[in-house]
């Protein structure tokens, strides 16, 4: 009797146990039968296009990546979020968010493929289409963002050469960077050109791609007929892509026929054109570059205007000793200060100069430079170099008595005001000598020059709060001349908000952290040093100035 109650208990633990097990095998089994079916592996596609929609589809050189979901399609242009909510925040999302139209497109989909899921093809080349379309009007609908964005590329290169002339083993570059050479101006581009958006078009391509995989997997038939199919969705999406962006379209050609025209000197029809290109498209009137070709044709007809004024003061900073391969675009060229132009192999130097870095730059830690050869010619070319800082200094003035004229902030005026000040810390800057130099004497040449950097720096960041890379070198001077690590931290709070580049945040908290060693607050600078590590440190990528520093404390 004892045997057959414990038979009786087991069969009731068993039972209902052996249950359960089978309905969770006979689950997972239906499951995967489920995920295997023609059904379930078109929800997967769909799933991983709302991945990609839901990515970053524009990365900026400093900022994090922006999503789709906060990238308008561009095609009304009311005006309800700017390019600065945007890039800086608070990112929200708009009516017209180009995500909030693939995510529905990719709904309606899910939905027509549950019923009939023969439709594949049909839904994959949909997507391609509207994916071409997309991709297009984040390019080229937004010029005003892309101008932002080709700021900060600027200015990562100016922080990089910064960076590595105060330390030794600094991980940034100019070209590790998240947008790298790839980011260089090509021939006569300039900031928020045409080309410019593609350069920063990050996971909206995979998009493209992945719809491209889906079509020729869904399409039936032998490889050729695929191959057509294929070629007719994406005619269909070239199509739809110049039906959304054709309002940029048709104001860059007014734009072009301008510059043609104004080479050939025909100043008047020139005017005439740049006015449509601006009418066909209003966000182009921010640009610093229609300042320049309206400026331009300004100054050839005489006129005394603030457009006039804008581009004689860039072309007083400009350096004019490069050459160029376009005649009519010489004057207005985008050159990146003190940075190595991949276009002619010339470094723009301190004082403006087109000079090749001469040797034990890295050594003293002040930059050598020669004149390259032949980059001045003729019999008063001597007078050349030493006239570059009166004419720098005059446009600084110039750009400040046209921005009190206008009595209001312009986008492009702020920034070429920023842009000019910033650049003449960055000369004064380097004239404070070396990293090691002694500045405990307050009235040593070094100590005077790094003052007036900083109040350079701070000029240009009052002008124009947008530029990120006035608190970097606020705070690199702030930690040279041993100042309190609070304040060198709070200088450089500004740039590592929404700071994507975790190289260049890696190395700014290791700066952070030898002011506080140096402070003989050993404890911070671990923390610091130990976050530094964290942020960035990879095998072929050695974060080795954290890495040391932690080793040696």
Known sequence: MTESMCGLVCQRIVNPASRLAGRALRGIAWGVEQGLSTR???????????????????????????????????VVGDGAT?????????RRVPLDSIGIVLLAL??????????????????AGVLLCVSLAANAAVALNHPALIELLDYEYEQRQLVSQVLNRAEENAMVNATNGRIGLRGSPVGDQQRGDMGRGWVYLLYGRWLVGWSVLGLLLGAWGPCLRRAAVLARWG?????????????????????NQANRLEASGCYGAARHHLRKALHAFPALERLERSWLLSGKLD???GRVSAHEKFYRAYQLARDKSAPRGVTYQQDTPWAIFGVRDERSGLTSGPSG??????????????????LAPGAYQGRFSGSYPLSREDDFLHAIA??????????????????????????????????????????????????????????????????DPRRRDCAFYLGTAQAQVRGEPQSVESLFAPLLSNLGDQMLQADIMTTVADSYFEAGQVT??????????DTFCLPKVINKRAQSRLGGL
Request: charged fraction near 20%.
């Open 106 to 123: 990719l709904a309606g989909m899910w939905i027509v493929l549950m019923a009939r899921p023969e439709r594949f093809a049909l839904c």
């Open 40 to 74: 379930g592996l078109q929800s997967l596609f769909l799933v991983c296009a709302a991945g990609l929609v839901l990515s970053g589809w524009l990365r900026p050189p400093l900022a994090r990546d922006i999503s789709s979901l906060h990238i308008p399609l561009g």
């Open 524 to 533: 911070e600078a671990r923390r610091r040093y130990a976050r530094s590590f």
């Open 398 to 463: 110039l750009m400040e008595a046209v921005r009190l004229e206008q009595g209001e902030y312009h986008p492009a005026l702020a920034a070429q005001a920023a842009r000019l000040w910033a650049e003449w810390g960055l000369t004064l800057y380097r004239r404070a000598g070396t990293r090691s130099a002694k500045l405990e004497d307050k009235f040593d040449d070094n100590n005077l020059f790094l003052a007036a950097a900083q109040q350079s720096w701070l000029n240009s960041w009052k002008v």
């Open 235 to 255: 005619g269909l999406g070239v199509v739809c892509s110049l039906a959304v962006c054709l309002p940029r379209l048709h104001a860059e050609y007014h734009w």
């Open 353 to 370: 100069f087109n000079m090749s870095i001469g040797p034990g730059a890295g050594k003293s830690g002040i930059f050598n430079y020669r």
């Open 82 to 90: 700017t390019p600065e909510e945007i890039l800086f925040g608070p």
């Open 299 to 301: 100054f050839r007809e």
